[in-house]
């Protein structure tokens, strides 16, 4: 169940990241409002899985799913450019979320 708690964090990561900037710099209520409660859901999800998972581990892999979900949803949906480079970056990260997952605990 770790594990679940673990990738719902990542998404909510996702979800309060891509929030900042639909919030206007916290000028749209209803978009600011969705953000933290993002942003709340991702913090209490990883805590809850960081109870049987090494703290390490756990948030290396929050951050990489985070990190590549927010470049994947900002490319998207709000036009940031994509380039050869930048995708083979974002798939070294997730091989690195990958390869921490399959490593041994």
Known sequence: MN???LT????FEIGWAVG???SDGFRRP???TITFLCLLLS???LGMAARSLPIGTAYAIWTGLGAAGTFLC????LGDTLSPLKLAC???????VIGLKLAPH
Not at 74 to 77: H, P, Q, R
């Open 3 to 5: 594990w679940v708690y």
């Open 8 to 11: 719902l964090a990542a998404f």
């Open 20 to 22: 900042l900037k639909y």
């Open 30 to 32: 209803l978009a600011s």
């Open 43 to 45: 913090i209490s999800l």
């Open 74 to 77: 900002g490319s998207l949906l």
């Open 90 to 96: 974002i798939s070294l990260i997730l091989l690195g």
